[in-house]
């Protein structure tokens, strides 16, 4: 999903009615404990776009060095050589980089700068440092697709017309419960991401591999996806901005979309959800029909479709899309459970300082049964052993 909304970016948006637009702009966060692979797995689905990166920036590298030895000739001096333009940066894979470099990478990667991160614990820290012009405002924008200008002091303020930045990265769940607060439930940001929490234990060592017919044919497809995009589907205005296609839904997608969006509203109004739950609602709307684009637009590219095809959703990627929709809300509820259980074991820690481990876990049990032992543990420094034992006495 991710490597598919950078590589569209802004060449196709969908049109879910007339006025109402979105972008296939996405952010995921792959939860999980240290150990749990985290890293190695997103780098294995980010391989062939970061291949194509690479090779671009190098290039522009070279092209940037024949430049300024061109610029240093005499005015007859060139006169014997081929002309060297200014070259343009074509990198759009970017990890640790400043807002007024990414604003300034954007003007010229204009169809989108896909940010990939190991750890996306400091770019949610920043996002507590909430302030009149703060990195919150310019994420909260560029999610929405809105325009953005960065003014400065020491030079040319920055503007971009319509950022698409997808964000993919790990987080670890501690860091991530510390982010649940009242402010970050206010102005939006925490329900912008689609959080994946699976259930794992760390594995011992196997032999399984991949074919590498498979891994092949995964790379290949997804450098040739990003070169068909790039030569096929992204068309500028006189001034160089981007024109986005506008994908449409089927009859048939349009019902399936207009019952899904009802049975949303309806979990917005009711009195029987949580109201953490429902605050995320909305984003939903944003999010389903930008899966249902993403979904469609790579089926459509893998099967050979032609293009015209690709601009009409259909019914099966509306339906696909609600079922992610359903899996990320699942994950942001055992996100929620989580934060509320160790949020109430560290009051206990807080509240019991002088006791014993011991007496600090009984609390924590006659308070909550069904407490998170594993969690419990690691806050009393304790093996889940010696947690089993004391619930068993």
């Known amino acids: 999903l991710w490597l598919t909304s950078v590589i569209l970016g802004n060449a196709i948006h969908v049109e879910v009615k ?46 940037y060095e024949k430049y300024q030895a061109y610029e240093k000739l005499t005015k007859e001096e060139r006169k014997n050589v081929e002309e060297q333009q200014k070259p343009v940066k074509t990198q759009f894979l970017v990890d640790d980089i400043t807002l007024e470099a990414l604003i300034d990478l954007h003007g010229q990667s204009k169809n989108s700068v896909g940010v990939y991160k190991d750890e996306l614990a400091g770019w949610f820290k920043d996002m507590n440092k909430y302030r009149e012009g703060s990195d919150l405002e310019f994420w909260l924008s560029t999610w929405s697709g809105k325009s953005v200008i960065v003014n400065r002091i020491s030079r040319a303020s920055s503007f971009v017309e319509n950022p698409l930045v997808p ?57 040739a996806f990003y070169e068909h995009v790039k030569r096929n589907c992204i068309v500028y205005d006189e001034d160089m901005g981007i024109v ?31 109201e953490y739950m429902k605050s995320m609602m909305p984003k939903q709307k944003g999010y389903i029909p930008r899966f249902a684009l993403l979904i469609h637009c790579l089926d459509c590219y893998i099967l050979s479709k032609p293009f015209h095809e690709m601009l009409l959703i259909s019914k099966e990627s509306m339906l696909k899309a609600e079922k992610l929709s359903k899996y990320f809300i699942a994950m942001a509820k055992k996100i929620k459970v989580n934060s509320i259980q160790l949020g109430e074991l560290k009051s206990v820690m807080t509240t019991s300082k002088t006791k014993s481990p011991k007496e600090k876990f009984f609390e924590m049990y006659k308070n909550n049964p069904d407490l998170n032992r594993k969690e419990a543990g690691e806050l009393l420094s304790i093996s889940r052993r010696q947690i089993y034992n004391w619930i068993a006495e």
């Not at 952010?27 to 990166?53: D, E, H, R, T, Y």
């Not at 649940?180 to 760390?202: C, H, Q």
């Not at 009859?251 to 949303?264: G, L, P, Y």
């Open 244 to 274: 986005p296609y506008k994908a449409k839904f089927s009859s048939e997608a349009k019902a399936e979309w207009i019952r899904v969006f009802n049975e949303i509203t309806d979990i917005q109004n009711s009195d029987d959800e949580n």
């Open 167 to 223: 964000i993919i990265g790990g987080i670890q769940p501690n860091v991530l419960n510390n982010f649940y607060s009242e402010e970050n439930k206010d102005n939006g940001f925490v329900d912008r991401m689609l959080l994946t929490f699976p259930a794992l234990e760390i594995e011992k060592y196997n032999d399984n591999e991949l074919d590498y017919d498979v891994l092949e044919w995964y790379n290949n497809s997804m450098i």
């Open 18 to 63: 007339r006025g109402w637009s979105e972008p296939c702009n996405i952010w995921v966060a792959v939860v999980g404990k240290p150990g749990l692979g985290k890293s190695p797995s997103i780098a294995n689905i980010v391989k062939p776009l970061q291949a194509v990166n690479a090779k671009n920036h190098k290039k522009y590298i070279k092209d």
